[in-house]
């Protein structure tokens, strides 16, 4: 069984990895949205410091949420995704699989990219590692949490507008999570608590929302 | 224990003969407990020490915000049920249960915008409790443009289902990490464990309040709910018998 896992896993990267182009486009996204600011609120660095935290954070959860819109459509029109739900293995496995291997090229390019953008920010160097850390913990929630509404809209049209009224409610808690350990760290508190809460946060999308992926996929399958 | 009544809800026939005996006597207890608790809560309860007579929103402000809350727990129950025993009621409960639940929360959120304007100073504050309620309604918009969004009848209702689960799952979630950020509205009115704070001239004319709005919901939902019934269930012929009469007796 977690053969299949490490088959499928490396399936979905040797496809990613085929169309770079479609990796880099959330994280240009990404960096342009931060751009914006400094544009649209004035370049000053004690502002831009201060609201850094939430905007780094933002801009994150608009890029996977962009990324998100295509993540099972393709399988969806060539129809591996029947064959997924036909298959013997566990759905919620192959899925684990397929979200996990999406967030390794989106998510953690994105967590790789943001000291980058939080340098420019203002964001000083003692709160790169919260930063790196809450992204790395908070990233692979939003791809899995993303994924259901992903799993529930692939067989419509337009889903992603629909996509993005779903799932954005559900992404408040890493919202606030995420930004409230970044705002702690730039006033020199320590942060481990909002960490540990993003951490459990992750173990339970980890666990739990493989199976709501599931039976997403399966109704949009059987429609 | 008896399981009969559970499996019998599977019919809508059965279940439109018997909501049809309910439903006059939920609708009048609506009548009944709402202009009671109206008249006794906005003109015999007593001023409150603090806020005047600008208090007395909580007795349309409490009971919507009580229904906003149950709705959506109501919505995961009726998708479970509708998942695991392959009701078809219990679908349509579901996506019928969700706009009302929606207009719920649009009322628990305006007559609080009311009520903030003369105590706090201000229409809408980012306090947690407001945000959460401003959230539920982002939740129930969501179920209810998911229902719009997918053609086919019985995938839209599954899919509902599933929305509705996980959003329950994460309403404690974010209402506890929306509290963490920041609080200023007054903990619960009522709870179950503990007596309330006010006199009991206050909270009774309340608690008529609380269940009128219920009886009122379930009345809501029952002549959606069987409206629905009708309109899935068109081509069986108790349905063209049951219009048949229902539109000669208007003539």
Redesign the interface.
Known sequence: MSNVFVLLFAREARLLCRRPAELANPLVFFAIVIALFPLAVGPETQLLQRISPGLVWLAALLAVLLSLDGLFRGDYEDGSLEQWVVSPHPLALLVLAKVLAHWVFSGLALVILAPLLGLMLGLPGSAMPVLLLSLLLGTPVLSLLGAVGAALTVGLKRGGLLLALLILPLYIPVLILGSGALQAALQGLPAAGYLLWLASLAALALTLTPFAIAAGLTISVGE | MNWTWFHKLGSPKWFYEISGRWLPWLGWAALVLISVGLVWGLAFAPEDYQQGNSFRIIYIHVPSAFLAQSVYVMLAVAGLVG?VWKMKLADVALQQAAPIGAWMTCIALLTGAVWGKPTWGSWWVWDARLTSML?LL??Y??VI??GH??T?RD?AA??CA??A???V??IP??KY??E??NTLHQPATFKVTEKPAMPVEMWLPLLVMVLGFYCFFAAVLLMRMRLEVLRRESRASWVRSEVRALTEGER
């Open positions: 998942l959230i982002f939740l918009f969501g443009a998911l969004a997918i086919n995938s599954k899919a599933v929305l689960i996980v959003g799952v994460n979630i974010i990490s929306v963490w950020w």
